[in-house]
């Protein structure tokens, strides 16, 4: 158990929907980043905070991705207008120490767009 | 560019059989590097981790890795597969210069009984 968790674990939705997801990091976890993983791929990158600042967005994630992290605990990342191409797992992550500590990852949560 | 490239993948070995998932690197600037499994349907969970100290890195369940500058390479071994080590595999390289974490593509180990 890493501490980290994430919900809803899984979300079936049409397309054009409005999604959120939320990462309940623990409290050493200044550092909190999203991943998305599609099947047989690697963790792509979207966005991380240090705190409650957004330090790095992803060129990938399109307009319709927004991702906040108010008080730097818990985080939120938003899905406008849902399209098929954004199922997907999304992962949330924490990271403590400096910048040799490691990502611990929640279970993820899974997205389907129908 | 700063990657890492997973060789393979899919590996499969006879339980028992050694195991070797290669990892390969590029960076300019000195790498902090990890692996990670992945169980189906879950999260990513640490197995190990090189941050400049010891070449030889032992982590959990019995894998253990070696980072060789010289040929840019981390890769994970275990002496003798067991069933339960049927997963996913990720390398994963961070650097110095940033708090930015990049994946491989993964390696898919399969154990044949």
């Known amino acids: 158990d890493t501490g980290v968790s994430q919900n809803p674990r899984h979300k079936i939705t049409k397309r054009g929907q409005n999604v959120t997801f939320r990462c309940d990091p623990i409290s050493e976890h200044n550092r909190l980043y999203w991943y998305r993983q599609t099947l047989g791929q690697g963790p792509e990158f979207l966005t991380y905070f240090q705190n409650e600042a957004q330090l790095e967005k992803s060129r990938l994630l399109s307009d319709r991705f927004s991702a906040e992290r108010p008080k730097g605990s818990f985080s939120t990342l938003e899905i406008q207008r849902t399209e098929q191409g954004d199922s997907a797992m999304y992962l949330c992550a924490g990271r403590a120490g400096g910048l040799t500590g490691e990502l611990f990852f929640g279970e993820g949560s899974r997205l389907t767009v129908l | ?113």
């Open chain 2, 1 to 113: 560019a700063q990657s890492v490239t997973q060789l393979g993948s899919h590996v499969s070995v006879s339980e028992g059989a050694l195991v070797l998932l290669r990892c390969n690197y590029s960076s300019s600037v000195p790498p902090y590097l990890f692996w990670y499994v992945q169980y189906p349907n879950q999260g990513l969970q640490l197995l190990l981790k090189y941050t400049s100290a010891a070449t030889l890195v032992k982590g959990i369940n019995g894998f253990e890795a070696e980072f060789k500058k010289s040929e840019t390479s981390f890769h994970l071994t275990k002496p003798s597969a067991h069933m339960r080590d049927a997963a996913e595999y990720f390398c994963a390289v961070s650097f110095i210069s940033g708090d930015q974490f990049y994946f491989g593509t993964g390696t898919s180990l399969t154990v044949i009984p």
